[in-house]
């Protein structure tokens, strides 16, 4: 068995009108980590993670998952689940409760079982209140929770989430941090996209920033908060705690940057009262 989770060689992806969406992709992923992919928009992050769920093949290279080539993994469909960057083109059902069972009643799986493992993110996510609507008549947040425990509901290995954090309000973004954090914990491998670095800051164990279709760089998250100009490069944001920091010439851990609590501290120290 490999030691990574994905490996990617020379992969590229070409699209049926030419756009070079994917060009000459190296990367080997491990498991039980987060990684945030992270471009500005059209850098290929949602067709990178079209090709790690097997649903677009590679028009050039290889993709191996656990060291077997992905079109000849047979149980990629139970154990690798992407929620689209717009959750609402993956539902199908005429309730919320029959999407959220879905998945599991396609494989086989037990619905009730299935339901009371899920039940709690089911509430930590809010969208017990929502279980009669009609999935396609949910607001974009709460599309994008229902698409995150869509997801989830069959309980897969490998989680590819694209944008998550997209429309979700701040409470929201907190209570999904958590649960990411604590399928980490429980063992789960996690990737998801982004284009907004701040979002991801403290969840991401591993990045990858995409550029034009390539990789630009990758890393611990640690190396890259050294790294800021890069970041600039790429024309994404540098997160407000850092800037300020840097700015006011603060010493801090490139390890992980201060919580608002931990700046807030930090200030009072620094700047001396009048
Ligand atoms: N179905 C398609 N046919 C042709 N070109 C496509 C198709 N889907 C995406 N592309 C192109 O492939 C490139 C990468 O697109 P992709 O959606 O992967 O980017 P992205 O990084 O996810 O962008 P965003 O942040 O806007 O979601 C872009 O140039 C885009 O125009
Ligand atoms: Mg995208």
Known sequence: MSTYLFELESVRYKYPDGTEALRDINIKILPGKIYSIIGATGSGKSTLLMLLA????????VIRYKGIPMYGYRGVRREVSLMFQDPSLQFICDTVFDEIVYGPRQLGMDVDSSIRRISPLISKLGVESMM????????????RRLGIIVALAHDPETILLDEPFNDLSYNYMNALKEVLISLKHGGKNIILTSNRLSDVLDVSDEVILLEGGKIRWSGPIECLLGNMDIISELGLDIPLHIRIMDELGIEWSHSRPPSTEELMNLLKRHIRPR
Do not use: C, F
Not at 54 to 61: A, E, F, I, K
Not at 132 to 143: F, I, Q, T, V, Y
């Open 132 to 143: 009669n609507k009609s999935p396609l008549r949910l607001s974009g947040g709460e599309a």
């Open 54 to 61: 097997g649903l677009l093949p590679p028009t050039g290279g």
